[in-house]
């Protein structure tokens, strides 16, 4: 039936030329004339069974009913929308990797997902990944030659293997789709790893060939030298023993970086076809419940007095603004931005009692000071919160990005925490405790030692443990099979996440799984491109801080506003679980041990 308009449209063509044939060709016999017949009525058996077999007739009948009761404004519109619910789900048709640059101007890698939708292949979503480090400051030209040849790899691998590998592939299954980049990210390590084995190998036996010649080994040092010159070797070593050398960093694999931009990538695109925001398509990933959501509370830098500011002070590279109760990430921001104007108005009058010169923004966005001693800055940020009126102390902390493994000297065995002033990790420990004694509202400090000194962070934890959390980078595993993850130092309370290059989307979401006996903070690399979908991934993943730096600089503020904008949709939508109430893990023993009357039972 639905077929004989078009099919009649054909025979009408075909009789048309069979009466031009006739008149060029008076001799046409019958048979000709029986044989187009036939081969016409075939065509309408093979297009109804066409039709039926997919259902045609009964979905057309099932549509012109509807439409008849319904009488929409919108008629094809509305059967745009019917047809659009029947077609196949999108599938991905190809993957294309393209060179593009960081708010630095290095170089980073941004990764399409094109998908064939509706018998259309259209461009669906791009994802962004710099793969650089913010560790790597000290060797910013080493590190921008391996982020250039990363690029470069990424994008051979991309469009040689994975635009293949994955085409075909349903973005909205994201669990699949990143065990294929893991286990292709790890065949391409245990490639490497076995082509520096064999260089190893042939560099010891050029090492053997040399050698063998050598003459006798040399004689043992004699033992006939003064005390105390043996005093003096022993007491050498003994600063050689108190300060571990550094772990050698894991080299990254050139081209890690696909990993994360193609993850991300798929799951821009689920969210896009769907379309629901990020947010709430990584919700369903970890959790099918959309019933309530929690907001991360953003932790904001406000000043920056490290080691790249123009002061002698080295160690307080972040101050940061820890809000312990509900404040909701729009008043959070609000509060943050009122206390920067005030410590402008404060340094740039004598009415402040320290009076350093604000000289600018870091690259956090924070304002940038030259300042000689922590208490300065601390006595500052102490003025500018009393004069506010801000409650920190009690619904306001402060938290101090220590990034002390930035200030090691290794020759001297001592952190330079001020320009000129030296002290080994035990006498750090010291000062620690008394900046969090002369200032309570100190509740965190992140990464006040190297990861390698143990005994400090056990002392430290035990000086201070009660009344200020420790904090330091987890050390993720992304391909378990291959790296094992190193433990925590001993007494860290918190830790920090980072999308790393090499990490899919499923592995962060095991990340934060795995540490709900702890709070977890996203932290955002100031080297990221303007994209804020990093943002609705800490709201997916479940994240309760996300560090995102200070109010400066469009990127930054792009996910700032963000945030904002994901709060209000929950808001509107009815289903923002409140604000996290955030309990130190002193004030909820406390709050376990002494409950109050209205928690006791009747």
Not at 523 to 549: C, M, Q, R
């Amino acid at each position: 039936m639905f077929a004989l308009p078009l099919l009649s449209n054909r025979r009408t063509q075909t009789e048309r030329e069979n009466r031009n044939t006739e008149r060029n060709r008076p001799e046409m016999s019958f048979k000709s004339f029986l044989k187009a017949e036939q081969e016409f009525y075939e065509l309408k058996c093979r297009a109804a069974e066409y039709y039926r077999a997919n259902r045609v007739p009964q979905t057309l009948e099932g549509l012109l009913n509807q439409l008849f009761e319904e009488k929409p404004g919108d008629i094809y519109g509305y059967m745009a929308n019917y047809f659009s619910r029947l077609a196949h789900a999108p599938v991905i048709s190809s993957i294309v990797g393209r060179e593009v640059y960081d708010s630095r101007g290095e170089v980073a890698l941004q990764a399409d997902v094109y998908c064939v939708v509706r018998n259309e292949e259209k461009l669906v979503c791009s994802a962004v990944i710099t793969g650089a480090d913010d560790d790597g400051v000290e060797s910013r030209d080493a590190v921008a030659d391996h982020q250039q040849a990363s690029v470069a790899t990424a994008l051979e691998w991309i469009r040689e293997q994975l635009s293949a590998m994955l085409c075909g592939f349903n973005p909205a299954h994201q669990t699949q789709l990143d065990k294929v980049l893991s286990d292709f990210f790890m065949a391409r390590y245990l490639e490497e790893q076995d082509a520096h084995s064999r260089e190893r190998k042939s560099e010891e036996e050029e090492k053997r060939s040399e050698s063998a010649p050598e003459a006798m080994p040399p004689f043992p040092p004699s033992q006939s030298k003064d005390k105390k010159g043996g005093e003096k070797g022993k007491k050498q070593n003994s600063v050689d023993k108190l300060v571990p050398p550094p772990e050698l960093p894991v080299p990254e694999l050139a081209g890690a970086m696909v990993v994360a931009a193609v993850s991300l990538a798929a799951a821009k695109s689920a969210a896009s076809l769907s379309a629901v925001p990020l947010y709430k398509h990584i919700i369903t990933l970890r959790d099918q419940a959309l019933s309530s959501v929690f907001m991360p509370v953003p932790l904001l830098t406000v000043l920056s007095c490290g080691k790249a500011s123009a002061g002698k002070l080295n160690l307080l590279e972040e101050l940061i603004l820890l809000p312990t109760r509900t404040h909701s990430p729009t008043q959070i921001i609000r509060m943050a931005r009122e206390l920067q104007r005030e410590i402008k108005r404060i340094a740039s009058t004598a009415a402040g009692k320290t009076g350093p010169a604000v000289l600018g923004i870091s690259e956090g966005g924070a304002l940038q000071l030259g300042i000689d001693r922590p208490e300065q800055a601390l006595d500052l940020l102490m003025e500018a919160c009393a004069n506010l009126g801000l409650p920190v102390g009690k619904e306001l902390r402060l938290a101090i990005n220590c990034a002390a493994h930035m200030l090691m000297d290794y020759p001297k065995g001592k952190y330079e925490v001020m320009a000129g002033t030296l002290k080994s990790p035990d006498e750090l420990v010291d000062m620690y405790v008394g900046l969090v004694s002369k200032y309570p509202a100190i509740t965190a400090l992140i990464d006040p030692f190297r990861k390698e000194d143990v005994e400090q962070w056990l002392k430290l934890s035990s000086l201070i443990g009660q009344s200020c959390c420790l904090i330091t980078e987890a050390a993720v595993s992304p391909c378990p099979r291959w790296r094992d993850a190193k433990p925590l130092p001993p007494g860290v309370t918190w830790v920090t996440l980072r999308f790393h290059s090499e990490m899919t989307l499923t592995d962060l979401l095991h990340a934060v799984s795995e540490r709900r006996d702890g709070e977890s903070i996203l932290a955002v690399s100031s080297e990221e491109v303007g994209d804020d979908s990093l943002v609705d991934v800490a709201v997916g993943v479940g994240v309760t801080f996300i560090k995102l730096g200070g109010l400066s600089g469009g990127g930054r503020m792009n996910k700032y506003n963000r945030l904002q904008s994901i709060e209000q949709e929950l808001q509107e939508q009815g289903i923002l679980a409140g604000l996290r109430e955030m309990k130190l893990p002193w004030e909820a023993e406390e709050a376990e041990s002494n409950p109050t009357t209205d928690e006791m039972p009747a």
